[in-house]
T-cell receptor
Framework: DAGVTQSPTHLIKTRGQQVTLRCSPK?????VSWYQQALGQGPQFIFQ???????QRGNFPDRFSGHQFPNYSSELNVNALLLGDSALYLC????????????FGPGTRLLVL | KQEVTQIPAALSVPEGENLVLNCSFT??????LQWFRQDPGKGLTSLLLIQSSQREQTSGRLNASLDKSSGRSTLYIAASQPGDSATYLCAVRPRTRGYKYIFGTGTRLKVLA
């Protein structure tokens, strides 16, 4: 049973570029949440997708957007990259909006130069 | 606004020692609290989840307690081993619509052989 998978594992971009990160939830899960973890910090909630709609959003600018597909996989898009967007981006999946446990993927490490 | 604090930020102990990691949160209106382990550059592994109605949870050498009224949780690790070296993160799920976790900044643990 595959857990949460994310791609790519590492990514290097330059300021101003756009990036797309991908996440496949654990089998049987239908809800995907995205978190940003800066170096030395705890993860911060970006947004959550359920039934292909953004259900909840954290304190992140509109440059951060997402999408959920009918197979429950999800993408995180970041436009006009800033140096401060360099971080580990974590995807977590759960079942339903009130699922008890979130399972986290290994993350995508983004470096913006 | 919910805030989660973890003390100490870093801890170094000799192998075999019992240790306690602390987590405090400012708003007692939570659904549950989770302790995670994170190895360098990796994703999160859930260790223990405590529901708001529970006082503690145990798994092997790990025991987590929750005192919701005082906004505190502790993670007790018995007979520490070098393999326990990692960052330990505490996260609370607020009693709001949706499903997100608010994380502390973690305690970086090093167990010396």
């Amino acid at each position: 049973d595959a857990g949460v998978t994310q791609s790519p594992t590492h990514l290097i971009k330059t300021r101003g570029q756009q990036v797309t990160l991908r996440c496949s939830p654990k089998s049987g899960h239908d809800t995907v949440s995205w978190y940003q973890q800066a170096l030395g910090q705890g993860p911060q909630f970006i947004f959550q997708y359920y039934e292909e709609e953004e259900r909840q959003r954290g304190n992140f600018p509109d440059r951060f957007s997402g999408h959920q597909f009918p197979n429950y996989s999800s993408e995180l898009n970041v436009n006009a990259l800033l140096l401060g967007d360099s971080a580990l981006y974590l995807c977590a999946s759960s079942f339903g909006l009130t699922g008890e446990t979130q399972y986290f993927g290994p993350g995508t490490r983004l470096l913006v130069l | 606004k919910q805030e989660v604090t973890q003390i100490p930020a870093a801890l170094s102990v000799p192998e075999g020692e019992n240790l306690v990691l602390n987590c405090s949160f400012t708003d007692s209106a939570i659904y549950n609290l989770q302790w995670f382990r994170q190895d360098p550059g990796k994703g999160l592994t859930s260790l223990l989840l405590i529901q708001s109605s529970q006082r503690e949870q145990t798994s092997g050498r790990l025991n987590a307690s929750l005192d919701k009224s005082s906004g505190r949780s502790t993670l007790y690790i018995a007979a520490s081993q070098p393999g326990d070296s990692a960052t330990y993160l505490c996260a609370v799920r607020p009693r709001t619509r949706g499903y997100k976790y608010i994380f502390g900044t973690g305690t970086r643990l090093k167990v010396l052989a």
